[in-house]
């Protein structure tokens, strides 16, 4: 599974990074991490409001930082 | 007494924090505040609490206005409408957008790829820093309501006339070729319930105070300088009413500076209190929040260079023009 944090590197994204090592560390799964923070890439989702979570490939939340635990639903 | 004044003096103006921070200063310090070390000192620590706490109020009120409005509901609202409706539309959409500076591309990405037009983006991109509904109370409370509601007026006006310019000029082939490529999203992947709303409210709060302390109180620091150590005579030669450059001084000073408008008003406070002119002001603070190096750093990534080269001059000459009209109005206020 792959997860990837968009955002262009503001507190929040950064935050929001944190929250899904946080959750992918207890969850104890293969799961791979990436941060895009390249306005093209981030483009290409379509999103508007970052920072935001994409779940293999799939946009699952725009401009809110999700917490761990909120994170770790998203991905079982 | 009027009730109204009374809340405006009280809420916004805070004159009990005033006489509070006098006495600290007086009595406890042991200092005149009529001295340039008290009156300094006064400033400052009035100042300071008087900003952070109508941030913390003003931002958790508009994020949760905000919550209602995502960029992609922006569009949508944008979407069907068409001349200068669609402009007006758009400058008033970017009075309740939000305040990460780093949300503005892909904001701009969305908004072209929707087909929206130009310069409609533009209104919205021109008004989104420079006006909201904190900007207008913040200045309220300083300067009071007149000069408050000018400022927003005005902004949007900019804004309105600023995109319909860019329209005019059909330079949607200024546009990087991949902003035209990207995908879109529609707004329904998350409601918000009424208590993510205020959380997403208090967390907008922490973290703006996070990004924002520190320019803040440079800024009073600042304020504190002019209102107490630098001389008049400074002042009303660089940018005072008898320096006909003086709102071309005061603009240009602002472009590249990075501020919102809270750590902009109590240096725009302090020149207030120098005598110096409204329209003066007015530029300065609309230069300060409407054009940043970073932002347009951020934006020479999805424009080219000449589009980019005519939104500053539009801009800027924008912003002169009002300086110059509101100097010469200067009787009024």
């Known amino acids: ?76 | 007494m009027d009730i109204f004044s009374w809340l405006n003096d009280q809420l916004l103006k805070m004159e009990w924090l005033s006489n509070l921070i006098h006495l600290l200063v007086e009595d406890i310090f042991h200092i005149s505040v009529d001295e340039k070390l008290g009156g300094s000192i006064h400033f400052f620590i009035y100042d300071t609490i008087k900003i952070f706490i109508l941030m913390s109020v003003l931002i958790f009120i508009i994020s949760f206005i905000q919550s209602y409005f995502p960029p992609e509901r922006t569009k949508r609202l944008l979407g069907g409408i068409k001349g200068i409706k669609g402009h007006i539309l758009g400058a008033l959409l970017g009075t309740i957008t939000p305040f990460c500076s780093c949300s503005s591309i892909p904001i701009f990405i969305g908004f072209t790829t929707a087909g929206l037009p130009l310069g409609v983006t533009f209104s919205f991109l021109i008004s989104s820093p420079m006006v909201d509904l904190a900007s207008f109370l913040l200045l309220t409370s300083f300067f009071g309501v007149k000069i408050a509601a000018v400022y927003v007026i005005v902004g949007l006006i900019l804004a309105v006339i600023g995109g319909m310019i860019i329209d005019k000029l059909k330079l949607e082939h200024h546009i990087e070729s991949f902003v035209m490529n990207s995908g879109s999203t529609e707004d329904d992947i998350d409601r918000l319930t009424y208590n993510e709303r205020i959380g997403y409210a208090i967390d907008e709060v922490k973290a703006i105070f996070k990004k924002v302390w520190y320019a803040i109180l440079i800024g009073v620091g600042i304020g504190a300088l002019i209102h107490n150590w630098i001389p008049q005579s400074v002042i009303e030669t660089v940018i005072g009413e008898d320096n006909p450059l003086a709102v071309l001084i005061a603009t240009v000073i602002g472009i590249p500076i990075y501020a919102d408008i809270f750590g902009t008003l109590p240096i725009a406070e302090a020149l207030f209190g120098k005598g110096v002119q409204v329209g003066t002001i007015l530029a300065f603070m609309m230069s300060v929040t409407a054009l940043s190096l970073p932002s347009l750093i951020m934006l020479s990534k999805v424009i080219k260079p000449k589009l980019l080269t005519l939104f500053i001059a539009i801009i800027t000459i924008g912003i002169i023009i009002i300086g110059y009209t509101f100097n010469a109005l200067d009787f009024l206020f």
């Open chain 1, 1 to 76: 599974m792959t997860i990837k944090v968009l955002g262009p590197g503001c507190a929040k994204c950064k935050q929001l990074e944190k929250n899904v090592q946080v959750a992918v560390k207890e969850l104890n799964q293969d799961i791979t991490v990436e941060k895009v923070t390249d306005f093209q890439e981030i483009a290409q989702y379509g999103v508007m409001s970052t920072p935001a979570l994409v779940v293999n490939e799939e946009v699952k939340v725009t401009g809110k930082v999700l917490k761990p635990d909120e994170i770790k639903q998203l991905l079982v």
